[in-house]
């Protein structure tokens, strides 16, 4: 329970954040009330052999809701609150993945706001200007915090999407569990030098290969978010017909057919899915990454036919990216590597106690308070073209806070997406990101593969 001084230190601690909220929310209309988000441990049944003691999760105070964090919706263009509660036993904070909102409400410790302690709060106000599915998790401790359950799902509705019989979203993660459930050690060394470490229970919404109703013959969208901290996946759906309809939360221009398709920590995909014709039917959605396919999520037909069809559906309409002017832009480059060099320093928010890569050749830990200096400054309005360059033999989910880019040409790739917030960057490949840095403030950019945020592959771009 909320008591008046957690209430109290909570308002105390927000200062200039709850001013600069109430000034969008004035431009947009009334405040929202807060949608309430308790920080706090649990227990869930997730792996088969016993119950998880000590799972972290963001209870919403309502009664029917399960153990995983709530799925957030939110409206584009309009106000939304949020009022994070900490009763966990350290510090947290919560960041909004992919939202372009303010400098100030992104949940980078000490960067944007302060450390909410145990006991604390925050309170969050935005309004986000995208549609799409989008992602929260803290900002502080990452690889144990979101590792324990910490990441949830956020639908930003558009009243102009067209609409589907059915909607389902999936939370995809992994689970570093024993055999009778309990948390084993959240990483192995060796492992955060390569390609990261491996959950042992793989779960989508906390279960192990849910199964999801939907009409026969029906459209359905599906929203898929990656947030395990390691796993790459690459999905597939078998036994019904689906079309990728966006990425990242923005729009694919015409949509595609899925065959497969690789989604990074961090990633999100929407599927426009048209359901088998006779009840009791399934199509299953699975990981074909490696050499043993296994299924993510199944879906099964009830009712009688809907008989719909997949060109039944109007594209999405697209979010007001500002597309970069190529022409003027300030190229930067950006080296991805493998460094031993640099002592890793004790955090507040948790170190690894291991470097092992760096950005431009220089290794931060990520959601720590002590960022060398920004990669770049970049000048507010103005277009830049990322070149990014990974010279390491592995795959990075490479984010960027508070702007999208578009990716505008790259040694590895022939189909480029629509702009994005993140990158799966392959092995060896080299990319163009083209962005206008139309938010201000300090930016974060970092690889959604926490093992690898936390021991070096971070920095940050200041906008001014
Ligand atoms: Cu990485």
């Not at 100030?104 to 604390?120: C, F, I, L, R, S």
């Not at 690889?143 to 558009?158: A, D, F, K, P």
């Not at 959950?199 to 898929?224: K, M």
Request: glycine letters at 10%.
């Amino acid at each position: 329970m909320l008591n008046r001084r957690m209430f109290l230190q909570g308002s105390a601690a927000l200062g200039g954040a709850f001013t600069l909220g109430a000034g969008l929310a004035a431009r947009a209309g009334a405040a929202p009330d807060p949608q309430i988000l308790t920080a706090r441990f649990a227990e869930a049944q997730i792996a088969a052999g016993g119950v998880t003691p000590r799972v972290m999760t963001y209870d919403p105070g309502d009664p029917a809701s399960t153990a995983m964090p709530p799925v957030l919706r939110m409206r584009k263009g309009e106000p939304f609150a949020a009022r994070l509660v900490n009763r966990l036993d350290e510090p947290t904070t919560v960041h909004w993945h992919g939202l372009r909102i303010a400098n100030a409400m992104d949940g980078v410790p000490e960067m944007t706001q302060p450390y909410v302690y145990p006991g604390d709060g925050f309170d969050y106000l935005f309004t986000p200007p995208d549609a799409g599915t989008f992602w929260y998790h803290p900002h502080c401790n990452t690889l144990m915090q979101m590792g324990s359950g910490l990441t949830g799902v956020i639908v930003v509705e558009n009243p102009e999407d067209p609409s589907f019989d059915s909607e389902i979203v999936l939370n995809l993660r992994d689970w570093r569990l024993g055999a009778s459930g309990e948390f084993i050690a959240p990483f192995k060394p060796r492992d955060a030098a390569r390609g990261g470490t491996y959950g042992t229970v793989r779960t989508a919404n906390w279960q192990r290969e849910p199964v999801y109703d939907a009409p026969a013959g029906g459209l359905v969208r599906v929203r898929i978010a990656a947030t395990d901290v390691t796993r790459i996946y690459t999905i597939g759906l078998e036994g019904a017909e689906a079309r990728v309809i966006a990425l990242d939360g923005n729009p694919v221009e015409i949509p595609f057919a899925l065959d497969r398709l690789d989604l990074g920590p961090g990633q999100r995909v929407d599927l426009a899915v048209r359901m088998p014709q006779s009840e009791g039917q399934h199509a299953r959605l699975g990981n074909f990454r490696g050499s043993s396919p296994w299924t993510i999520a199944a879906f099964r037909a009830v009712g009688t036919s809907l008989k719909r069809e997949l060109g039944d559906i109007a594209p999405l309409p697209p979010n007001p990216v500002a597309e970069a002017d190529i022409s003027t832009a300030k190229r930067i480059p950006i080296d991805l590597t493998a460094t031993a060099e640099h002592e890793p320093a004790a955090s507040i928010c948790g170190s690894l106690g291991y470097t092992f890569w760096a950005i431009n050749k220089v290794p931060w830990p990520g959601d720590t308070p002590d960022p060398v200096a920004p990669i770049e400054e970049l000048k507010f309005g103005k277009s830049y073209v990322l070149e990014i360059a990974n010279r390491t033999p592995h795959a990075h989910p490479i984010h960027l806070h508070g702007l999208s880019f578009r990716i505008l040409a790259s040694n590895r790739r022939s189909v480029l997406p629509p702009p994005t917030d993140t990158i799966l960057l392959l092995p060896d490949e080299q990319a163009q990101l083209a962005l206008v840095a139309d938010n201000p403030g300090d930016w974060v950019f970092h690889c959604h593969i926490i093992e690898h945020q936390k021991t070096g592959m971070s920095a940050y771009f200041r906008v001014a």
